[in-house]
């Protein structure tokens, strides 16, 4: 037993992601936390932007969206609407991550991720039906996409009772309704 635990915390070791100095912070909620060990987040962005707050050591440098990469910390407000995303990229110590934040309509259900998918299944697909148990008048859902961590990448909102979101064989995202038929959704 004491070997095998052994073994498991080398392994831990092995595959931790190193410590950064680099922490982003949103005036909406940034799900999860940054972490330069993630490629992507959601926040809310009330009245048409996000504030995106830029802690890093003077020599890193943060390129926000399509502005010039600049180095120390500072504040960046970025123009987003629900839907859309930004890119950011960090360089720090000769390495540069690329982040993805992306806001997330005012509706969109809450949700938290613990552990993450195996590598070889790099996104999940599910269902979002909690808005009709939480109102009898509503009967909109959310087709979902989210990361290996949890992360919303994709969605769609229906306006209908959603059944079932699968991929077809050729990639197409397919939406199976209670009352109709399918519906591709376009993006």
Not at 57 to 78: D, E, F, I, M, N
Not at 86 to 105: A, F, K, L
Not at 161 to 170: E, G, I, K, R, W
Not at 175 to 185: E, R, T, V
């Amino acid at each position: 037993m004491r070997r095998a635990l052994g073994i498991a915390s080398a392994f831990l070791a092995l595959t931790a992601v190193p410590a950064s100095a680099a922490t982003l912070t949103s005036n909406g909620a940034l799900s999860p936390s940054f972490s330069r060990g993630l490629s992507n987040f959601t926040t809310t962005c009330n009245g048409g932007s996000m504030r995106l707050g830029i802690s890093v050591l003077r020599s890193t440098s943060v390129k926000v969206g399509t502005a010039a990469a600049l180095k120390g910390p500072r504040t960046a407000t970025v123009k987003l609407q629900p839907g859309k995303r930004v890119i950011v990229q960090v360089t720090e110590g000769g390495r540069t991550s690329s982040h993805s934040i992306r806001c997330v309509p005012s509706d969109f259900p809450r949700s938290s991720a613990t552990g993450m998918l195996p590598a070889d299944i790099p996104m999940l697909a599910i269902n979002d039906i909690s808005s009709r148990t939480r109102s009898k008048t509503s009967n909109t859902s959310y087709a979902i996409i989210v990361d290996r961590h949890g992360v919303p990448i994709w969605w769609h909102k229906e306006n209908l009772s959603l059944v079932n979101f699968f991929a077809t064989p050729d990639g197409s995202l397919a939406i199976g309704h209670a009352s109709g038929p399918l519906k591709l959704p376009s993006r």
